[in-house]
């Protein structure tokens, strides 16, 4: 982007004059912010499986974690989980990498420096992003999945602009290699790639030297997996979880088919979860953030037009990536409850957002830029709150602890829920015999109980034919987490 220089342009580069200076403040900075607000609970199903595959052992028969495994993001956990004996450090400490290497990835696609205003801006926008802080933190594979994904489109996009064929060769094994590891890191975000990859084997020769690139990259990972497993065990649980995820738990569009649905989740995850923007239930104060991701969203759309970087062929390309996932995303993951799906489509947005910054800086307008630093406070604020509000425990993990302490009452308890809240319960040595709100016999049987107690875990108050002796409701800010926001359980005392 050209322009005039400004002060704050000459302050960091000779801040960040020495070579590597920059790039280890931003990873000294990433991964200290994380560990700085690292979790100590298990706030989901989801997260307790990948938990479990760190603390206890790597075993996908076993769902620790489910098929695919993801077992890159598995190894990498289990680096820092050996010699800090903390799975939730190890956790952070990857999550703060994961947002380096994203900054990383972002800076080589734009064709940016570090060692810019626009370098730095990003690098800014992505490290302060709501979305991105959260799933730093969180004991699952997005994160990273979404920085390896970038990597590798760094990579298939620089093969494509290579203009030595030797170059472009290197780059293409490069980024053939990673999709084959991407495959074990976060397999759904496969989708972003698809495209560069094709064009890589279209216009970049030694085409089979590039297919054996990519299968060295998923033997690296599938090898190992199928020793540990077994090849018939994981063809019956990866064939069972493939399945599921389309017909029964995936949320796909056959499970949710209001597209209405789909769509408010997708962009709830964009804008709300993502940039910080004002959603029916939000402080009001999220407005003012809601308005700077417009306003440096405007400009960086104009700067996109009035540069005609709109108009190049990478623009293009990273333009159809979005599009194929977008598309797969939309119809085949679970949007309406889960916002962690959009990260490869939001963190697209974050230039636009970065470029749009440093052009409202650079007018020179007094006004302008001190519209532009209030922005970038109340994004900034919305993701530090957000981020204190992670360290609480979730809705259901409050609710764990508060039917643990039912447990020492005199008498056997028993606790009632649909599967997926029993298994979350159970895996966590909660004391208590289970019972499935979804099993006619189970339900039964619990009617028929008379000593001890029963904790109806959800909004099935009219399970018993009688009323509940206490009722405790558990709450957490939806857009922390959007899976089960308030919980409440309903004691019966027999």
Request: charged share 15%.
């Amino acid at each position: 982007m050209s322009g005039p220089r400004t002060g704050l342009e000459w302050v960091w580069r000779r801040l960040c004059s020495a070579p590597g200076v920059a790039w280890a403040a931003v990873l000294l900075a990433c991964v200290a912010t994380r560990l700085a607000t690292a979790i100590s609970y298990i706030e989901d199903p989801d997260s307790l499986r990948f938990a479990l595959s760190v603390a206890d052992e790597f075993d996908v028969a076993a769902l620790q974690p489910h098929f695919p495994g993801y077992p890159i993001f598995w190894a990498a956990a289990e680096v820092f989980a050996i010699p800090t004996g903390s799975f939730s450090t190890a956790f952070a400490l990857v999550g703060g990498l994961a947002t380096g290497g994203l900054i990383w990835g972002l800076l080589r696609l734009w064709g940016r420096p570090l060692r810019s205003v626009e370098g730095a801006t990003l690098a800014g926008v992505v490290m302060f992003n709501p979305l991105l802080w959260l799933m730093g933190n969180r004991y699952m594979p997005d994160l990273m999945g979404t920085a390896g994904a970038f990597a590798v489109l760094a990579a298939l996009v620089a093969a494509l602009r290579a203009s030595e064929s030797s170059r472009a060769r290197r780059w293409a094994l490069a980024g053939m290699v990673g999709a084959g590891l991407l495959a074990g890191l976060r397999l759904s975000y496969m989708p972003l790639v698809f495209v560069p990859v094709l064009a890589v084997l279209w216009h970049v020769n030694r085409r089979g030297l590039q297919v054996l690139a990519g299968t060295v990259g998923v033997l690296v990972w599938l090898v190992p997996m199928t020793l540990d497993t077994g090849l018939w065990p994981l063809v019956d649980v990866a064939w069972g979880q493939t399945t599921g995820h389309f017909t029964d738990f995936g949320g796909t569009v056959q499970t949710e088919s209001d597209l209405g649905r789909r769509l408010a989740g997708t962009l709830q995850g964009l804008w709300a979860d993502g940039l910080g923007g004002w959603w029916p239930g939000r402080h009001w104060s999220t407005t003012v953030a809601g308005a700077g991701a417009l306003g440096t969203g405007t400009a960086g759309a104009w700067q996109l037009w009035r540069t005609s970087a709109l108009y190049s062929r990478r623009t293009w390309l990273v333009v159809a990536c979005a599009l194929v996932y977008g598309v797969w995303m939309f119809f085949f993951q679970n949007v309406v409850h889960k916002s962690r799906h959009v990260l490869p489509l939001l963190t697209l947005l974050l230039p636009v957002l970065a470029m749009g910054a440093v052009a409202l800086w650079r007018t020179r307008s007094w006004s302008v830029r001190a519209a532009t630093l209030v922005a970038a406070g109340a994004y900034a604020t919305v993701t530090l709150v957000l981020v204190a509000q992670h360290r609480t425990p979730t809705a259901v993990a409050q609710a764990k602890r508060f039917v643990e302490t039912q447990t020492s009452q005199p008498g056997p308890t028993r606790v009632a829920s649909v599967p997926l809240v029993n298994t979350y319960l159970r895996t966590q040595q909660v004391d208590a015999r289970f019972f499935s709100v979804e099993d006619s016999t189970d339900v039964r049987r619990l009617g028929e109980m008379e000593a001890g107690q029963t904790l109806v875990v959800g909004t099935y108050a009219s399970l018993l034919n009688q009323a509940p002796t206490r009722t405790r409701t558990f709450y957490h800010n939806p857009h922390v987490n959007r899976m089960w926001p308030n919980v409440t359980v309903y004691v019966y005392d027999h």
